[in-house]
């Protein structure tokens, strides 16, 4: 579905939504000039009627086969509009296969970062789900989760990609 059209840096931008039911709640995906920007959960950003655009339609699709265990990766564009830190975070987490999981103090080495820096940008995650911060873990436990549910979204996610066997 379209939404009005917003104006960024003095030039049009049209917003695109749609969104679709799923196991861990209804969720949401916003399109912006061919890439997906934004997800979240609930339906008061948009109604679950359907994409009418290619890419959130493909998107969709994605997310129904990633919920149906057929998906292993998605290939919709993503652009979170992050820069610096958050965005090699996010690059990194893009990097964990299915059914992995990193600990933010793994990815503090790697991106010779603090953890709490690490965290901050996962929590800040504009596209949880296909960039996927639920693959993140303290090195104590699950560690946090901002999408909706919370740490019980984080196991589902983490039971439905096969990392199961991690949480125990």
């Not at 969104?19 to 709640?25: I, Q, S």
């Not at 890419?55 to 969709?60: G, M, R, V």
């Not at 873990?137 to 996610?157: F, I, N």
């Amino acid at each position: 579905m379209t939404a009005p059209v917003r104006m960024d840096d003095g030039m049009k931008t049209v917003q695109q939504r749609a969104g679709l039911a799923t196991p861990v709640g209804p969720v949401w995906v916003e399109a912006v000039d061919g890439a997906i920007t934004c997800a979240g959960w609930g339906t008061d950003r948009d109604s679950l009627d359907g994409p009418d655009a290619p890419l959130l339609a493909q998107t969709i699709a994605e997310l129904r086969a990633y919920f149906d265990g057929r998906l292993t990766r998605f290939t919709v564009p993503l652009n979170p509009g992050v820069t610096g830190l958050s965005a090699r975070v996010l690059d990194a987490m893009l990097a964990i296969p299915l059914g992995e999981t990193r600990t933010y103090g793994d990815l503090a080495r790697d991106l010779n970062a603090p953890a709490q820096a690490i965290g901050q940008a996962c929590g800040g995650n504009p596209i949880p789900i296909l960039i996927p911060c639920h693959r993140i873990l303290s090195s104590t436990g699950l560690g946090g989760y901002s999408g909706a549910g919370g740490v019980e979204t984080k196991v589902a996610l983490l039971k439905l990609e096969g990392a199961a066997s991690l949480l125990i």
